[in-house]
C-alpha cells in the first residue's frame, strides 16, 4: 500500500542547531506540503511543493526551507533551531492541489 | 491565517448520541474537506464537499455546506468510542470560487465519546 512516511518520529536538539526532518512518500503525488501543529493555533502551512524543483512558502516559512530533488522526498530544514520551532511537524502529499492530502504521522521536535 | 473555524473547541458525548461540529469561513470556497486526528497521529481525510453540493454521505457522517453563510456541519450519527479525536475542517479556495491549490485548517474540535 501507498504511505507518506516521517523520521524521525521524536527529536531533541539545541538552540542554533541545523535539524533536517524527512518526508518521503509512496503515492507519486507531485503535491508535498509541511505543517506545524501547535495548541491554539491548529496546523499551520510552512512551505510547499508542486513538483520537482518547485518550492514555496507557507503561512510560516522564515527559519524553514526545503529542496525537492525527486517526486517522492520532501525534505525540511530548521537552518538554526530556535525554541519558538518546538512543535509537531506534519508532511502530507496530494494528487492534485486542493484535493484531499494523506498525512505522516509527524515528528515531535523539542528544541532546547 | 485561519480560513476555517471549528465550533465548539470540545465536545463530550455518550456513546450511541449524535456528535455535530460546525465550520465557518470566511472567504469564497473552491471545496471544503473535514479530517479526523487521533491522538498521536497524523490527519486523516474523512469526506470533501465542493461549493456547488448542498449535502454529502458517508457511512455514519453526514456532512452539509451553506455557501452563503459561509458554514458546514459534520455530523457523526450512533457515535462510539473509537469517533473520540479531534476533527477540523479544511478549505480550498482562491476567495473567488477557484482552487488555490492548498489547503486552509481551522483548529479543530477535539470530541469525547464516553462508552
Known amino acids: 500500500d501507498a504511505e507518506i512516511t516521517q523520521s524521525p518520529r521524536h527529536k531533541i536538539t539545541e538552540t542554533g542547531r541545523q535539524v533536517t526532518l524527512a518526508c518521503h512518500q509512496t503515492?507519486?503525488?507531485?503535491?508535498m506540503f509541511w505543517y506545524r501543529q501547535d495548541l491554539g493555533h491548529g496546523l499551520r502551512l510552512i512551505h510547499y511543493?508542486?513538483?520537482?524543483?518547485?518550492?514555496n512558502k507557507g503561512e510560516v516559512s522564515d527559519g524553514y526551507s526545503v529542496s525537492r530533488s525527486n517526486t517522492e522526498d520532501l525534505p525540511l530544514t530548521l537552518e538554526s533551531a530556535a525554541s519558538s520551532q518546538t512543535s509537531v511537524y506534519f508532511c502530507?502529499?496530494?494528487?492534485?492541489?486542493?484535493?484531499?492530502?494523506?498525512f505522516g504521522d509527524g515528528t515531535r521536535l523539542s528544541i532546547l | 491565517s485561519q480560513q476555517g473555524e471549528e465550533d465548539p473547541q470540545a465536545l463530550s458525548i455518550q456513546e450511541g448520541e449524535n456528535a455535530t461540529m460546525n465550520c465557518s469561513y470566511k472567504?469564497?470556497?473552491?471545496?471544503l474537506q473535514w479530517y479526523r486526528q487521533n491522538s498521536g497521529r497524523g490527519l486523516v481525510h474523512l469526506i470533501l464537499?465542493?461549493?456547488?453540493?448542498r449535502e454529502k454521505h458517508s457511512g455514519r457522517l453526514r456532512v452539509t455546506l451553506d455557501t452563503s453563510k459561509k458554514s458546514s456541519s459534520l455530523l457523526i450519527t450512533a457515535s462510539r468510542a473509537a469517533d473520540t479525536a479531534s476533527y477540523f475542517c479544511?478549505?480550498?479556495?482562491?476567495?473567488?470560487?477557484?482552487?488555490?491549490?492548498?489547503?486552509?485548517f481551522g483548529k479543530g474540535t477535539l470530541l469525547t465519546v464516553n462508552p
Open positions: 502530507a502529499s496530494s494528487a492534485q492541489g486542493g484535493q484531499p492530502q494523506h
Open positions: 503515492w507519486n503525488h507531485n503535491n
Open positions: 511543493s508542486y513538483g520537482v524543483q518547485d518550492t
Open positions: 472567504t469564497s470556497i473552491n471545496n
Open positions: 464537499i465542493r461549493s456547488n453540493e
Open positions: 479544511a478549505t480550498d479556495g482562491d476567495g473567488s470560487g477557484g482552487s488555490n491549490y492548498k489547503l486552509t
